[in-house]
């Protein structure tokens, strides 16, 4: 972390959170920029549209370095979602098993879904509307975060004007609701695109807006068995498109979490001889 931050630990509830005073960069990488990025990491984002859901936010949010780094041709840029909302590309960039993934995810979820559910982070490909129908299908309430607001638009897009379905402009390293207003939350390959300050944090603010006892639904990408190919093959061409996807290869997702006993994991899973992971954890009181 780097020395520049002050880091101040609250205790709520049995859960400890991490505040972050920015006085500096959030990491080396993150310094001043020539192309509008500011000291901390941040460029500034748009204002929330009228359509979204303001709950927790009423400001603009700024955009992550990283995004802006690393990933502004997958979701910055406004064609991207031109590009890549193509549920064949969506398949094929996970050898085939989208549909597979996005299943198992949404049945650890629960086969009924209902109270507060939260999405971090919009996804390309119909997870969105998946979760959105077996939510609804429950009684339940679903609110679908993401710190662009181009992903946002899509999203609303995909899920039509009349959706039920709270959408907001939040980073997912400051989530601005309060603590254990969720039942459950899903992570839904987010965390592999994220350096290891966001990731953190990430996984920190899941777990403190979900109740006790709530749970956290993560599908990430993992090692695979040293008998699959893509071990070997895949690594060079997933550490060059994504720099940080190698950190969930060498490391448990645990690793990234706070420290226990604020959870617990409850459900592990393997797939596509393990390139693929499915992990839940539940919120301790």
Do not use: C
């Not at 990283?66 to 910055?76: D, E, I, P, R």
């Amino acid at each position: 972390m780097n020395t520049l931050h002050e880091i101040e630990t609250k205790t709520a509830s049995g859960l400890a959170s991490i505040a972050l005073t920015r006085k500096g960069p959030l990491s080396r990488e993150a310094g001043p920029y020539g192309d509008g990025h500011s000291a901390d990491g941040y460029q500034r984002n748009a204002p929330l549209d009228k359509r979204e859901s303001e709950r927790g936010r009423g400001a603009s949010t700024p955009i992550p370095y990283y995004l802006q780094q690393y990933y502004w041709w997958a979701y910055v840029h406004p064609n991207a979602v031109k590009v890549f909302e193509r549920g064949w590309l969506i398949n094929a960039i996970l050898w085939g098993n989208y549909t597979r993934l996005r299943d198992a995810a949404i049945d650890a979820l629960g086969t009924e879904i209902p109270g507060q559910t939260l999405q971090v982070a919009s996804a390309y490909g119909d997870f969105s509307l998946a979760l959105a129908e077996r939510v609804a299908a429950s009684g339940g309430a679903l609110d679908i975060i993401d710190v662009l607001p181009v992903q946002i638009s899509n999203v609303r897009a995909k899920l039509g004007p009349n959706s039920p379905v709270h959408t907001a402009i939040m980073d997912s390293a400051s989530l601005g609701f309060g603590e254990g207003l969720f039942d459950r939350v899903s992570l839904f390959f987010l965390l592999h695109e994220q350096p290891l300050e966001w990731r953190r944090r990430t996984l920190a603010e899941a777990l403190r807006v979900v109740r006790p006892g709530g749970e956290i639904v993560v599908v990430e990408y993992a090692r695979p068995k040293w008998w699959n190919p893509l071990r070997y093959l895949f690594r060079p061409i997933l550490g060059a498109l994504e720099p940080f996807a190698l950190d969930l290869w060498d490391s448990e997702i645990e690793d990234f979490m706070p420290p226990a006993p604020t959870f617990r994991a409850t459900q592990r899973a393997s797939y596509f001889g393990g390139l693929y992971q499915l992990v839940k954890f539940k919120r301790l009181g």
